[in-house]
T-cell receptor
Framework: ETGVTQTPRHLVMGMTNKKSLKCEQHLGHNAMYWYKQSAKKPLELMFVYSLEERVENNSVPSRFSPECPNSSHLFLHLHTLQPEDSALYLC?????????????FGDGTRLSIL | GNSVTQMEGPVTLSEEAFLTINCTYTATGYPSLFWYVQYPGEGLQLLLKATKADDKGSNKGFEATYRKETTSFHLEKGSVQVSDSAVYFCALRSSNTGKLIFGQGTTLQVKP
């Protein structure tokens, strides 16, 4: 139990569907992150939020749309995805945006695009 | 820029063997160093950490020492178990940017 909960754990969707990934942290942290983990590739940082404001967007296609309604919740809205978007999507949180403390990760959502 | 380099895997060991996974880093300033573990079908779990030179992080029989002089943070365990089979990631976090920089991951397979 890391204190970061992601739902759903698995998601299969067609390229024309719209779905959302949810992340909730129970650690009182102020920063939250979305990462993409594809087979045979390094972890890719997608988005960073600090105190509900987006502070980083690493050239992620617009078919991925993040939302952070409060410091405990983070969403990733998906629409018109491509087969290459199939991956494990990991959410993480940390106490502050800058600093030396670790990031804590959820178990991820395994996304498969048909 | 900051970077982390881990030894190439996969590493295959017999149960009760000694484990070393090498990790070296390049960073400006004084980063914090971490080892994360990813079991099959799960996310990343923080295994251990060290925040300053000569600190030793330890957890579940694993150890790593922050060596500033050699810019290394090698992971060791005296006697591995089948349940230790997983992917291990070395990472650093710069206090300036807060970014977490990962190594490429090392797959460990322990056979009975």
């Amino acid at each position: 139990e890391t204190g970061v909960t992601q739902t759903p754990r698995h998601l299969v969707m067609g390229m024309t569907n719209k779905k959302s990934l949810k992340c909730e942290q129970h650690l009182g942290h102020n920063a939250m992150y979305w990462y993409k983990q594809s087979a045979k590739k390094p972890l890719e940082l997608m988005f960073v939020y600090s105190l509900e404001e987006r502070v980083e967007n690493n050239s992620v296609p617009s078919r991925f749309s993040p939302e952070c309604p409060n410091s405990s919740h983070l969403f990733l809205h998906l629409h018109t995805l491509q087969p290459e978007d199939s991956a494990l999507y990991l959410c993480a949180s940390s106490q502050t945006l800058a600093g030396r403390q670790p990031q804590h990760f959820g178990d991820g959502t395994r996304l498969s695009i048909l | 820029g900051n970077s982390v380099t881990q030894m190439e895997g996969p590493v295959t060991l017999s149960e009760e063997a000694f484990l070393t996974i090498n990790c070296t880093y390049t960073a400006t300033g004084y980063p914090s160093l971490f080892w994360y573990v990813q079991y099959p079908g799960e996310g990343l779990q923080l295994l251990l950490k060290a925040t300053k030179a000569d600190d030793k992080g330890s957890n579940k029989g694993f150890e790593a020492t922050y060596r500033k002089e050699t810019t290394s943070f090698h992971l060791e365990k005296g006697s591995v178990q089948v349940s230790d089979s997983a992917v291990y990631f070395c990472a650093l976090r710069s206090s300036n940017t807060g970014k977490l920089i990962f190594g490429q991951g090392t797959t460990l397979q322990v056979k009975p």
